[in-house]
């Protein structure tokens, strides 16, 4: 039985062999070493941070995005900004993080891209 077939589809979609490799230098990191890789990246990404408005994360605001419409419950804007991303070929983890109150990009570029994507939808 090979390494890759003791890992799941979904966590092989969200961490890629060839990302895996590149980033870690083997397919299995330990949880603490993708805990420290991921948190590096988020602090890294720091210069193309959004802040949430307060509004939003305590769900007092309705803020429409594709297939999702929020207000009422907390965190379902962490939803929406997942659908924006992954509607425009973002992958989280790799190419952004969401945290409480805060959405981070790899690049500036996929930042402005969301802003437009959000935009556009709210």
Same mark, same amino acid.
């Given at each position: 039985m090979t390494i890759s077939n003791l890992r799941?589809? +979904?966590?092989? !979609?969200?961490?890629? /062999? =060839? !990302?895996?490799?590149e980033a870690?230098?083997?397919l299995q990191p330990s949880l603490s070493e993708r805990n420290a890789y991921f948190f590096d990246k988020w602090m890294e990404?720091?210069?193309?941070?959004?802040? $949430?408005?307060?509004? $939003?994360v305590n769900g007092l605001a309705s803020k429409r995005t594709p297939g999702v419409v929020m207000g009422g419950k907390k965190k379902e804007y962490e939803g929406a900004?997942?659908? +924006?991303? @992954? #509607? $425009? #070929?973002?992958? !989280?983890?790799? /190419?952004?993080? +969401? @945290?409480?109150g805060e959405v981070r990009f790899a690049q500036s570029d996929y930042m402005a891209m969301f802003k437009i %994507?959000? =935009?556009? %939808?709210?």
């Open positions: 799941s589809s +979904v966590y092989m !979609e969200i961490f890629p /062999d =060839d !990302e895996m490799i870690f230098g083997h990404w720091r210069s193309n941070r959004i802040k $949430i408005p307060p509004e $939003i900004i997942r659908e +924006v991303c @992954k #509607g $425009i #070929g973002l992958r !989280e983890f790799w /190419d952004y993080q +969401v @945290k409480p %994507n959000w =935009d556009k %939808n709210g």
